[in-house]
Nanobody
């Protein structure tokens, strides 16, 4: 069955870094566009970053450009989100998403809290 398992979330001070991982199984990871989204209570889920399958072209929300880096390892079926210079407004549940030919899957999410 399809699984997207996020890890790496936690509590970090402003200015700190975290690296999120999303391990995928049960579908053709190498052909899928992968992305990270985040959501805070009362707000819609928003796209943070995405990366295409073959050419690994990244795309970022304006709010994270220059601070976050998305990458993928197709041999390990894993997508990563390196988050640097974290701000309190980055606090959210972060979700991994896969998309291929109109089919989309979501992970269960991992909490990131940026606070002193």
């Amino acid at each position: 069955q399809v699984q997207l398992v996020e890890s790496g979330g936690g509590l970090v001070q402003p200015g700190g870094s975290l690296r999120l991982s999303c391990a995928a199984s049960g579908f053709t990871f190498s052909s899928s566009t992968m992305s990270w989204h985040r959501q805070t209570p009362g707000k819609e889920r928003e796209l943070v970053a995405s990366i295409t399958s073959v050419f690994r072209l990244p795309n970022y929300a304006d709010s994270v450009k220059g601070r976050f880096t998305i990458s993928r390892d197709n041999a390990k079926n894993t997508v990563y989100l390196q988050m640097n210079s974290l701000k309190p407004e980055d606090t959210a549940v972060y979700y991994c998403n896969s998309r291929l030919a109109g089919t989309s899957y979501w992970g269960q999410g991992t909490q990131v809290t940026v606070s002193s």
